[in-house]
């Protein structure tokens, strides 16, 4: 009930704003004035793969649009985590309880970019579509910029289908991969395709990464295993005033409780799923070291992955493990980028990594990583969380890991070079965008090349352009 809440209150509100907007309301953009742009996102978690791609969308689009003409704010649920990111950006707070925040901030601003990759799906939560719908409706209904920037669509639940279908037709989505545009098309939502945004991202150097590795016990030459687990059976998170009632006088449901009113899916089967997850991962690699000499190291890229990444550290005696909540961005992707192989239920863990050739193996509870191993011909290298037989697979994966890494370095390096040049298109697609609501807002002239329309880009990925381009 309350995620219908959510949902009637934020179609409400956009409503609401379009007649205002009707009436004469409302600050449009006008020339001279520095273009305010609202990135709208799942930021201030200490989600390493939203707080990466958000800061290489954030360097791109000022790239292309100029620093001087714009002026950028990003949403940010916890100051604390997001300290020291986004550069140059004003940072806004988030609540829980968002529609009221959207209708007051939205405005403000000459548009929205939403930036969240899981944007049109129910798979996480219906809330955080429901956001992501209310910013780009309310920037629609103002007729002002209303992107979606790097999003994927999946299964969305009848309410939250009709509402992104009626709210984002005026908008232009541009998606991670072919199958979340063929399902917006069928919505009558503008699409082009694109991709994610975290490829250029540069993380700290690499005598960084290797000395934190040595930090917590490697010798400085043992090829090094980094897991990056997560609880696949904990979603979707549901908002439930019963359960916070419940929660709140009795403590009910503390080992579901997410924060505030929503709530992680839970229940004996998910326990069993969970159960079955963590022991095929944790025997897997077990067998694994025991057949070649590595070093295993647990790394949590979401705070939330702490507790898996625990649960299986235990389980492997007690092999280090890495949070989000004590490393930063720059300091994380360092270290997975120091590794030698890679087993990932995240997705940017995978992403992330692969501009330094880590061969990775994909356990997925989406599409996401699904979609990516396609690209990548790895199809071999994937499984599904919940896999029968998931413990063989990942035993077999990690043996491949260990003795065919140039074949699949390679098919990553070509991965990441042409990712580099979508992700340079969907600056063409975002600057003819601006142009198309905004004619007099400033570009730049003069012919450019694809390497123009990415942020400033590290000698590793220019160099990886130069052989696989």
Same mark, same amino acid.
């Given at each position: +009930?309350?995620?219908?809440?959510?949902?009637?209150?934020?179609?409400?509100?956009? /409503?609401?704003?379009?007649? *205002?907007?009707?009436?004469?309301?409302?600050?449009?953009? &006008?020339?001279?004035?520095?273009?305010?742009?609202?990135?709208?996102?799942?930021?201030?978690?200490?989600?390493?793969?939203?707080?990466?791609?958000? %800061? %290489?969308?954030?360097?791109?689009?000022?790239?292309?649009?100029?620093? /001087?003409?714009?002026?950028?704010?990003?949403?940010?649920?916890?100051?604390?985590?997001?300290?020291?990111?986004?550069?140059?950006? &004003?940072?806004?707070?988030?609540?829980?309880?968002?529609?009221?925040?959207?209708?007051? /901030?939205?405005?403000?601003?000459?548009?929205?970019?939403?930036?969240?990759?899981?944007?049109?799906?129910?798979?996480?939560?219906?809330?955080?579509?429901?956001? =992501?719908?209310?910013?780009?409706?309310?920037?629609a209904a103002e007729n002002k910029l209303s992107v979606g920037y790097g999003a994927e669509a999946g299964h969305m639940d009848p309410l939250i289908r009709k +509402?992104?279908?009626?709210?984002?037709?005026?908008?232009?989505?541009?998606?991670?991969?072919?199958?979340?545009?063929?399902?917006?098309?069928?919505?009558?939502?503008?699409?082009?395709?694109?991709?994610?945004?975290?490829?250029?991202?540069?993380?700290?150097?690499?005598?960084?990464?290797?000395?934190?590795?040595?930090?917590?016990?490697?010798?400085?030459?043992?090829?090094?295993? !980094?897991?990056?687990?997560?609880?696949?059976?904990?979603?979707?998170?549901?908002?439930?005033? *019963?359960?916070?009632?419940?929660?709140g006088v009795a403590g009910a449901y503390k080992d579901s409780h997410y924060r505030s009113v929503y709530f992680h899916h839970s229940g004996p089967a998910a326990?069993?799923?969970?159960?079955? @997850?963590?022991?095929?991962?944790?025997?897997?690699?077990?067998?694994?070291?025991?057949?070649?000499? !590595?070093?295993?190291?647990?790394?949590?890229?979401?705070?939330?992955?702490?507790?898996?990444?625990?649960?299986?550290?235990?389980?492997?005696?007690?092999?280090?493990?890495?949070?989000?909540?004590? @490393?930063?961005?720059?300091?994380?992707?360092?270290?997975?980028?120091?590794?030698?192989?890679?087993?990932?239920?995240?997705?940017?863990?995978?992403?992330?990594?692969?501009? *330094?050739?880590?061969?990775?193996?994909?356990?997925? =509870?989406?599409?996401?990583?699904?979609?990516?191993?396609? %690209?990548?011909?790895?199809?071999?290298?994937?499984?599904?969380?919940?896999?029968?037989?998931?413990?063989?697979?990942?035993?077999?994966?990690?043996?491949?890991?260990?003795?065919?890494?140039?074949?699949?370095?390679?098919?990553?390096?070509?991965?990441?070079?042409?990712?580099?040049? !979508?992700?340079?298109?969907?600056?063409? @697609?975002?600057?003819?965008e601006v142009q198309r609501r905004y004619s007099e807002f400033p570009t730049r002239t003069g012919e450019r090349n694809w390497e123009d329309y990415l942020p400033?880009?590290?000698?590793?990925?220019?160099?990886?352009?130069?052989? @696989?381009?």
């Amino acid at each position: +009930m309350m995620d219908l809440l959510l949902e009637a209150w934020v179609s409400a509100s956009i /409503e609401k704003t379009r007649t *205002a907007w009707t009436l004469g309301r409302g600050k449009p953009w &006008r020339p001279g004035e520095k273009l305010k742009l609202l990135f709208a996102g799942y930021n201030g978690t200490r989600n390493m793969g939203s707080d990466a791609r958000v %800061e %290489e969308m954030l360097r791109q689009i000022r790239h292309i649009l100029g620093a /001087e003409n714009v002026e950028f704010s990003v949403m940010t649920q916890n100051f604390k985590f997001s300290e020291g990111y986004f550069e140059g950006t &004003r940072q806004v707070h988030l609540p829980d309880i968002f529609p009221p925040f959207l209708s007051d /901030e939205v405005p403000r601003h000459h548009g929205v970019v939403a930036c969240e990759g899981s944007m049109f799906k129910s798979k996480f939560a219906n809330a955080l579509t429901t956001m =992501m719908i209310g910013s780009l409706g309310i920037a629609a209904a103002e007729n002002k910029l209303s992107v979606g920037y790097g999003a994927e669509a999946g299964h969305m639940d009848p309410l939250i289908r009709k +509402m992104c279908g009626r709210f984002c037709k005026d908008s232009l989505i541009i998606t991670r991969n072919e199958e979340s545009r063929t399902l917006l098309r069928e919505l009558g939502v503008p699409t082009e395709l694109g991709t994610d945004t975290a490829w250029t991202f540069e993380p700290h150097p690499a005598e960084y990464g290797q000395k934190t590795l040595r930090h917590v016990g490697w010798d400085g030459t043992t090829p090094v295993l !980094v897991v990056c687990p997560i609880n696949p059976f904990e979603w979707p998170v549901k908002a439930s005033v *019963a359960k916070f009632v419940a929660h709140g006088v009795a403590g009910a449901y503390k080992d579901s409780h997410y924060r505030s009113v929503y709530f992680h899916h839970s229940g004996p089967a998910a326990d069993r799923a969970y159960q079955h @997850y963590l022991t095929s991962i944790a025997n897997a690699v077990d067998a694994f070291r025991k057949r070649r000499k !590595v070093f295993v190291i647990l790394v949590a890229t979401e705070r939330l992955d702490a507790r898996p990444a625990s649960r299986i550290s235990e389980k492997l005696g007690g092999v280090p493990v890495l949070t989000s909540e004590e @490393y930063s961005i720059y300091e994380l992707v360092s270290v997975l980028r120091a590794c030698h192989m890679m087993a990932s239920s995240r997705y940017h863990g995978i992403v992330t990594s692969m501009p *330094a050739l880590v061969p990775s193996a994909g356990i997925t =509870m989406d599409e996401r990583i699904r979609n990516l191993m396609r %690209e990548r011909g790895h199809e071999d290298l994937l499984m599904n969380v919940d896999d029968a037989d998931l413990e063989p697979k990942l035993s077999a994966a990690l043996e491949k890991l260990a003795t065919d890494g140039e074949r699949i370095a390679d098919g990553i390096a070509r991965t990441v070079v042409r990712n580099l040049k !979508v992700m340079a298109r969907m600056g063409v @697609y975002f600057e003819e965008e601006v142009q198309r609501r905004y004619s007099e807002f400033p570009t730049r002239t003069g012919e450019r090349n694809w390497e123009d329309y990415l942020p400033p880009m590290s000698q590793g990925l220019l160099s990886l352009a130069e052989a @696989y381009g």
